[in-house]
């Protein structure tokens, strides 16, 4: 088994190197032209692949767009590359807050409109619990269960058209 681990290990730098090398932007190259790099890892195997990863992989340390880097073959002042459009956050974006205020609005009506119904539900509930026990006290403080007779001192006459 430690026999095979040295192979293995070239074998795998050699094909990271390799793959990486066609992988990278041609821009990106240091040293030598892509074509050559590639041709120098195929041909001296882990020795072009360990030069491939110091001398001609583009560094860790330069980001794209940064001013330090240039495109290979070129001696030239590059053009400050434009910010990369990547996602922009919701608290950036004008139409989606527009969109949040629109939505909070609605939400505010639709919870005054329920509160409003439910106060309504609750005053209508009241009214007929009052009426329910206005006719349970009417009938209590009669002593039978019929409703009270009316009140003869409302001024009317009585049945001989006199007044009692």
Request: with cysteine; hydrophobic share 35%.
């Amino acid at each position: 088994m430690l026999r095979v681990l040295p192979f293995v290990l070239f074998l795998g730098i050699w094909l990271f190197a390799l793959i990486d090398c066609v992988m990278t932007p041609e821009r990106e190259v240091r040293n030598l032209p892509k074509i050559a790099w590639i041709a120098v890892i195929v041909l001296t195997l882990v020795i072009g692949a360990v030069c491939w990863l110091f001398l001609g992989r583009p560094s860790t340390r330069l980001r794209p767009g940064s001013p330090a880097r240039r495109p290979a073959g070129g001696t030239g002042a590059r053009p400050p590359a434009s910010p990369p459009r990547g996602p922009v956050g919701p608290d950036d974006d004008p139409e989606f807050l527009r969109q949040l205020g629109r939505s909070n609005a609605e939400h505010e009506r639709l919870l005054r409109d329920w509160e409003q119904h439910l106060k309504d539900q609750e005053q209508e509930q009241r009214r007929k619990r009052a009426r329910r026990q206005e006719r349970e006290d009417g009938r209590k403080g009669d002593g039978n269960s019929q409703p009270a007779a009316p009140d003869s001192s409302d001024g009317t006459d009585g049945p001989d058209g006199s007044e009692s």
